[in-house]
């Protein structure tokens, strides 16, 4: 089975230039302070290329591809996500 | 006017402990110097089995798995789990204690810290040889110096009586409440600011100089210590089949005595305020969890219980066990714009939806407090645009936060929106507010 990637952003990185919306607004749209919400579903072939120019445009380098895979420790984010302290 | 109510940092309850039938957490109090110490309390607790560095002691792992217990920080996460994690790394793990409490409605590691360090000692030394570790570190606010100073004391009495253990210290860490979140402590200790970092990777995997470390709320390390001593059934004795065990539960607002009490998981809240001293005033509605948690209707006073299975309808979780009643006499509202300013001041501002979305929410609540004039919905949609948008849950709590306020306080909020602000609103406000002095220290 070919293996699936989704959008992933890291929000420390991120600073809210807009390109990534721009270039993919099918998966990516931006909240009303300018900074991205990720669709994080497994993308499809067709959707690849342009999640990838996204990417690659990120100028604070904040996004990148992820497989979408079994995770080793699932329950690392509980269904309520609450501070692990 | 407003602003000076939500700068006003309104009095911290003093804690006293009470002592409901079968305590066992609060059964260790009084272990300290001043009770007999050391050797009193090996009266009653065997000494821990000794780590060694890189062999894991899986019985003491197999004991946490069986007994059911989660930890009481507020995620919850099953800490035999997390041990196992930890053991099966190749590198030799490190322990971190995290008795931070930023949250400012819990005093509960607190206490524990302050009067029964030997249990606190005791699970540290547990955990250390469940998953093979060479040293534990346990980190107290700064600013709570009884606590340091008694820890530090008893881990001295150790070294004398008992030399031999696995290294042991304190770290003073910054009082910030994210400080306390598990990476940003690590990197914190690392030598970096006390703010959350990207996961993956987790400290189970990488945390402390690299290494795979087990954090762990204090209370849950006091859990274990009794877990390892007296066996999972007897853990399981108390609780419910799927919560097992007893939980502290810091109660303030208006009982007799605020204090921090113990209770098998699923006890009636009624049982939580009785062992306060009863209720003083007339509740409009419960606040559990802490900030990080969510309001209850006052009318949930009769018949909730403290478990997390009876708190999701309300879209509420034990958490820290954190539960503040707040009198009929005082504004919901207006206590939630002071904790949603909290909310955004304690923002490390790393994540620009926690720092912009916090802040809206905040001046929202607030201006609906004042004026009514801001539309609730508006408010709903960004709780929803802030959820999981942050490297931490800082902005997932706010979320939550809000929406049980909306829900609870939509009829106050419909006075307040039609110029009818209720007395409370004008008085002073009632949670206490950690004081800002000293401004932002990440340190």
Redesign the interface.
């Known amino acids: 089975m070919a293996m699936k990637y989704r959008v992933r952003l890291d929000p420390i990185r991120c600073t809210g230039e807009g390109l990534c919306a721009d270039l993919f607004p099918e998966a990516i749209r931006m909240d009303d302070w300018g900074y991205p919400i990720i669709d994080g579903r497994p993308l499809s072939r067709d959707e690849l290329a342009h999640a990838r120019r996204a990417v690659a445009a990120c100028p604070a380098l904040a996004l990148s591809l992820e497989q979408v895979e079994h995770r080793a420790f699932p329950d690392a984010e509980p269904a309520q996500r609450a501070h692990s302290r | 006017m407003m602003e000076s109510d939500l700068a006003t940092t309104t009095t911290e309850p003093v804690i006293t402990a009470a002592r409901p039938a079968g305590p066992r957490l609060l059964g260790a109090v009084g272990d300290g110097a001043e009770a007999g110490g050391l050797a009193r309390y090996r009266q009653f607790h065997p000494r821990p089995t000794p780590a060694v560095a890189g062999r894991p002691d899986r019985r003491i792992i197999e004991m946490a798995e069986q007994a059911g217990l989660r930890?009481r920080?507020?995620?919850?996460?099953?800490t035999g789990?997390k041990l196992r994690?930890v053991a099966s790394a190749r590198k030799v793990p490190t322990v971190v204690v995290?008795a931070?409490e930023g949250e400012p409605i819990s005093h509960k590691d607190h206490f524990l810290a302050l009067r029964a360090p030997h249990l606190l000692l005791d699970g540290a030394a547990w955990a250390a040889a469940a998953v093979g570790a060479d040293q534990v570190q346990i980190c107290i606010d700064r600013n709570d110096r009884d606590a340091i100073t008694q820890v530090r004391s008893a881990i001295a009495e150790r070294l004398h009586l008992e030399p031999g253990g696995t290294p042991v210290e304190v770290l003073e860490t910054p009082p910030r409440y994210?400080a306390?979140?598990?990476t940003a402590l690590v990197h914190w200790i690392n030598g970096g600011e006390a703010k959350?970092?990207?996961?993956?990777p987790?400290p189970?995997e990488k945390g402390v100089d690299g290494r795979p470390t087990l954090?762990n709320?204090a209370e849950t390390m006091a859990h274990l210590a009794l877990i390892a001593e007296r066996g999972a059934a007897w853990f399981r004795e108390q609780g419910t089949p799927d919560e097992p065990g007893t939980c502290l539960v810091t109660v303030t607002g208006a009982v007799g005595q605020p204090r921090v009490v113990e209770v098998g998981v699923g006890s009636s809240l009624l049982t939580v305020v009785r062992a306060a001293s009863g209720l003083t005033q007339s509740v409009g509605a419960i606040l559990v969890g802490g900030y990080?948690g969510a309001w209850l209707p006052g009318s949930a006073l009769e018949t909730v219980r403290l478990s997390n299975a009876a708190l999701r309808p309300y879209g509420a979780?034990l958490?820290?066990g954190a539960v503040h009643l707040l009198p009929a006499s005082g504004c919901g509202v207006m206590e939630s714009a002071r904790v949603l300013e909290w909310y955004s001041y304690e923002s490390a501002g790393?994540?620009?939806?926690?720092v912009?979305?916090l802040a809206?929410l905040a001046d929202g609540m607030k201006t609906l407090t004042m004026s009514g004039r801001t539309d609730p919905a508006q408010l709903e949609r960004?709780a929803g645009?802030v959820e999981?948008?942050?490297?931490?849950?800082?902005p997932?709590?706010a979320a939550?936060f809000i929406r049980s306020a909306l829900t609870v306080f939509a009829d106050d909020i419909e006075d307040h929106r039609r110029g009818r602000r209720c007395p409370g609103s004008k008085r002073a406000g009632l949670l206490p507010i950690p004081s800002r002095r000293g401004g932002p220290i990440w340190q």
């Open positions: 930890g920080g507020g995620a919850g996460f099953p789990r994690a995290n931070t994210v306390g979140e598990e959350p970092t990207m996961t993956p987790r189970f954090i709320n990080f979780a958490g820290c790393q994540c620009g939806p926690c912009h979305g809206a960004w645009d999981r948008r942050g490297a931490c849950a800082l997932d709590g939550r």
